[in-house]
């Protein structure tokens, strides 16, 4: 009969116990490696038949009587002990180990320090002949079926270092994670760039299109907004006097998920002072290809079902002219209502029109077809309200965006700074938002401000870890470590903690929702 996880936390409990009355501590503070797992399998040659030690979980265990069987796994991989009931040492509560009269006590999950010889079994596989065990941490919950795994999508996420453990290849991919954030910062670090982390919490959100999320500083009193975009405080940092200026760092946008887009993601953004919109485009190409190449050794890909060779040349598209050619409409003079009807034509149906909006989705219908890699330029300036204007054509901005597999993978122009325009497409925006545009930008006045001061010319270029999901070709949530997901107890957790979820309960509900107003008669400094 198949036993409930209730009953078999409780087994394991009693395990615990029974560890602690030998004086064995199963939860010791230390631990102790010479060696990892795949160095012990390289350098075999050299260490067959000296005595190692190696940690790591034990993820399969198999007894037969009078010698036994397990495979141990660590950040490097896995590696198998091999246990004799002649060879390994007796329980020992000075040294805390266990011998084989308590084997039983020791669970697949469980954290185990082992000691012995390297040696190669009758099999032929490279193993640890233990002399010595230690448990270095107990598992009081059995690890899901490794022949079946986690076979629901929403548990997957949710017990997603479970999907991690019983599944390496998904922990490389964080690991490729890793490594791709890696080599954005090498490569701006080579080119003479300073990291400067800028706030997270904002009086205005700014630097982007979207809907901030609301919180509530209780020292100061009053309302802020987590940031939408690294922008304006970069670029205040470029008024400040640096010259070459980037953030990496997680941003928030209180919008839909997609496969696309999550409200919380990583992003890094750059400013480089006194470069031009045309030095800019050569050094995001140069910043892609060297993340590729860096990461992933190749430059050819297969994404969303298109090919993109990262090598080849980036084509050059115009926006007001693909627009023209392919529905006939001229993005700054063709009415709304004409837009609109093109829009429903092609299953787009817009809740608020306006001529930004209108403009940005029949673009978006057309984009969705590019393999790239491409660059789209000739961006209207209503599309662009912190771009500087094309001298040859006042409508439009010195603005690139790379278009990869359907997408934009990323945003860059030259930066407005003349003060006087900079506010006009402020109020612009502002008059947009009281119209009811809710992802139009605020007003920042305190950045105007700094523009009067003096801000140099420059080019600014960000993009998000949607990147490293294309490269990968997987969906936003498979792309991060831990997706959010709505709070939620399944019916074993409330059953097996069922005398403390009143507790469980405050603890999801403090300060829930953004309805926190300033305290009565406080001021803040």
Excluded: C
Aim: aromatic share 12%; no cysteine; charged share 30%.
């Amino acid at each position: 009969m198949k036993q409930d996880l209730e009953y078999l936390r409780k087994i394991r409990l009693e395990k615990v116990q029974k560890l602690r009355e030998l004086g064995i501590d199963p939860y010791p503070p230390d631990a102790h490696r010479t060696h990892m797992a795949a160095e012990i399998k390289k350098q075999f040659s050299s260490l067959e038949g000296k005595v190692v030690t190696v940690v790591g979980r034990l993820m399969a265990f198999r007894d037969f009587s009078k010698i036994a069987f397990g495979k141990l796994r660590d950040d490097s991989g896995d590696i198998q002990i091999f246990l004799k009931h002649d060879v390994l040492s007796p329980t020992d509560v000075k040294a805390q180990t266990l011998g084989w009269e308590h084997l039983k006590l020791i669970d697949v999950g469980d954290f185990l320090e082992a000691t012995g010889e390297v040696m190669k079994t009758k099999t032929g596989e490279i193993s640890v002949l233990v002399q010595k065990l230690r448990i270095v941490g107990k598992s009081i919950r059995p690890l899901p079926d490794k022949w079946h795994g986690i076979k629901d999508p929403e548990l997957r996420l949710r017990r997603r270092y479970l999907d991690m453990l019983m599944n390496p290849e998904i922990r490389e991919r964080f690991k490729r994670r890793s490594l791709f954030w890696r080599a954005v910062r090498d490569f701006l670090n080579e080119r003479g760039f300073w990291e400067i982390n800028v706030p997270v919490l904002e009086h205005v959100p700014g630097g982007g299109d979207a809907r901030p999320f609301v919180t509530y500083y209780n020292a100061l009193d009053q309302h802020f907004y987590l940031r939408i975009a690294h922008e304006l405080q970069l670029k205040r940092l470029l008024g400040a006097g640096f010259e070459k200026v980037y953030d990496i760092g997680p941003r928030f946008r209180n919008e839909g998920f997609s496969p696309e887009h999550l409200p919380e993601h990583v992003a890094v953004e750059w400013y480089w002072a006194y470069a031009d919109h045309n030095q800019g485009m050569e050094m995001l190409k140069e910043m892609f290809r060297y993340i590729v190449e860096s990461v992933y050794k190749k430059t050819k890909f297969k994404i969303r079902g298109f090919t993109v060779d990262f090598a080849d040349e980036w084509e050059m598209i115009d926006f007001a002219s693909i627009i023209k050619e392919r529905f006939d409409i001229d993005v700054f003079e063709t009415p709304v209502e004409k837009m609109v009807e093109v829009l429903k034509a092609n299953g787009v149906e817009l809740e608020n029109p306006n001529r930004n909006r209108a403009v940005d989705s029949l673009w978006k219908l057309i984009r969705k077809k590019i393999a790239g890699p491409a660059f789209l330029v000739g961006v209207p300036k209503f599309l662009s309200p912190l771009a500087k204007a094309d001298p040859a054509d006042k409508r439009v901005v010195l603005r690139f965006q790379p278009i990869i597999a359907g997408s934009e993978l990323a945003n860059a122009w030259a930066e407005l700074n003349d003060p006087v325009d900079q506010l006009e497409r402020f109020v612009e925006q502002a008059k947009l938002r009281a119209a009811g545009d809710e992802e139009a930008q605020f007003l920042d006045i305190d950045f105007v401000e700094m523009l009067e001061w003096g801000m140099p010319p420059a080019v600014g270029f960000g993009f998000t870890e949607r990147v490293f999901w294309f490269l990968e070709d997987i969906p936003a949530r498979e792309g991060v470590p831990f997706p959010p997901l709505r709070f939620e107890l399944d019916p074993m957790t409330k059953k097996i903690y069922r005398d403390i979820l009143p507790y469980i309960a405050a603890a999801r509900d403090f300060g829930t929702g953004n309805k926190a107003e300033p305290k009565k008669g406080k001021k803040a400094e």
